[in-house]
């Protein structure tokens, strides 16, 4: 039991994906995971843990953005033994051939700050995904319908971004899609020597102005969860 998580030590697995929103959480629990029981709702952030396909899984909402990320990954893996740690979320797409209702595994992601900012100073470290995890997912996602690509992602550290000549260098340079939480999760996992991946849907476009109707994201999220679960088991 921590300050934000009020589990037990055994009621946290060893793999956990990581929703922001816990009402997510809620919802891919009870829809993906066998036996799934309520772990934590402190402060309203709320954790699951059940079973897929046999194996031992907790579902724990992160909230927005890498500050409030921070804080549940640094306790599931100092305190509860965490290993293997997957984000499952929205993102916006940057760049033309990115779709609404795509997959995008994030092999690096690039921030202008992060939580961690203070500890390399003035050193640009390369957060990037656990290649074991980015190589289990993709094959997961071949096997589905969905569309799905590989590469770096932006993370921002704010969401009404004021910063359009930003965005236009992020599109310019390759940043396949922009959210809030990947790089200090792939920190985090570099600091503790634990595997991390986002696997990301997108849920609306930058470019177009193009959003997924809210009655629609329910199907295209469950292909990114399966994706996550499929490849923390390979």
Known sequence: ??????????????????????????????????????????????????TYQGNPVTIHGSGMGMPSLSIYVNELIRDFGAKTLIRIGSCGGMQPHVGIRDVILAMTSTTLNSPSSGIFKDLNFAPCADYGLLKAAEIAAAKKSCTTHIGGIYSSDV??????????????????AVEMEAAELYNLAARYGCRALAVLTVSDHLQTGEALPSADREKSFGDMVEIALDAAFA
């Open 159 to 176: 969401f009404y971004d004021e910063r359009p000549d930003l965005n236009e260098q992020m599109t310019r340079h390759g940043i396949l």
């Open 1 to 50: 039991m921590t300050v934000h998580i009020g589990a037990q030590k055994s009621d946290i697995a060893e793999t956990v994906l990581l929703p922001g929103d816990p009402y997510r959480a809620k919802w891919a629990a009870e829809t993906f995971l066998k036996d799934a029981k309520l772990v934590n709702d402190v402060r309203g952030m709320l954790g699951f843990t059940g």
